[in-house]
């Protein structure tokens, strides 16, 4: 199987994403793709038991992408090995009547994981920079004090947000949050052959929406809006990765990878040492269990 470096993947400079691949071959067959991403997987899990009882860091974990490009199922696949007590997955949708009653970023920063957890976000604070963008007519459901029509939604109003979202990860960051921010690049042809799928199959039904329809005929327009916030937000301490996800197992596996490469570069982070005394006195505390 074809080995690969994840820094091709990250974004580090200005990017054009026509002219990045939405397929990556790995030359190998699905089998052994699936193979090699269990593998780390089983890695990653133990990574996990060990960031939780060093507790000093928190891991989020954002994942972008259009409709159907895999974001459910690669987070099935990929966490599968984790203890649930050390992960939370959280997939926002429309905001709330609450949600909307406090700053965009709001029920982001309270979704946070522990020092310690895991979290991922099934779609992310960049929908603030996405679909907001591509409508800016939902911006004026936020109620904004300083927007009372469209024409106050321009570009003036997504820098300020561009900035905020800048600022709001580098303070996580600052206080030991590792950020990856995974945009699952699909192209347009392998989306319909999946919504075509849902439709035709009577168990993926319930995935489907006429609005994934109405959104697809906005494909430019959301492609231009990813392309800007992928090249104004990748910085070094929140860095994005564009992932070629027409095959999934492939992005899988991509993802896991770039994931345990990086962790595995934190030295720092390791199982804690028992107590002096405690280990001093192992023997007489299997002692006193046996002879109960």
Avoid at 97 to 115: F, G, S, T
Wanted: hydrophobic share 35%; proline share 3%.
């Amino acid at each position: 199987m074809k080995k690969i470096d994840i820094n091709q993947f990250k974004v580090t400079e200005k990017i054009q994403l026509k002219n990045i691949s939405t397929h990556f071959d790995l030359k190998a067959d699905k089998k052994r793709i699936e193979s090699e991403l269990e593998e780390i997987r089983e890695k990653l899990g133990d990574f996990q038991n060990t960031i939780y009882a060093h507790g000093k860091y928190a891991v989020l974990i954002c994942i972008q992408g259009m409709d159907t490009a895999g974001k459910d199922s690669l987070i099935r696949e990929v966490f599968k090995d984790f203890n649930t007590r050390g992960i939370v997955v959280h997939s926002f949708k429309v905001p709330t009547e609450l949600e909307l009653n406090h700053d965009y970023l709001w029920r982001h920063y309270i979704a946070l994981p522990a020092r310690g957890k895991f979290g991922i976000f099934n779609r992310t604070h960049y929908e603030n920079v996405l679909v907001t963008r591509v409508h800016p007519g939902y911006i004026l459901g936020e109620n904004l004090p300083d927007v009372h029509s469209i024409d106050d939604v321009n570009e003036a109003f997504w820098d300020k947000r561009f900035d905020q979202i800048n600022d709001f990860e580098k303070h996580i960051a600052d206080n030991g949050t590792v950020i990856f921010k995974f945009f699952l690049h699909l192209s347009k042809d392998e989306q319909k052959n999946r919504l075509l799928r849902r439709l035709r199959k009577a168990d993926k039904h319930w995935k489907f929406s006429p609005g994934d329809l109405r959104e697809r005929k906005l494909w430019d327009d959301y492609q231009r809006c990813y392309e800007d916030a992928l090249n104004r937000t990748s910085n070094d301490h929140a860095p994005w990765y564009t992932i070629p996800a027409d095959d999934k197992p492939t992005a899988r596996y991509i993802v896991a990878k770039i994931l345990y490469d990086t962790l595995i570069q934190y030295k720092d982070i390791i199982e804690p040492e028992l107590d002096a005394g405690i280990k001093a006195n192992l023997d007489t505390y299997i002692d006193e269990l046996k002879n109960e």
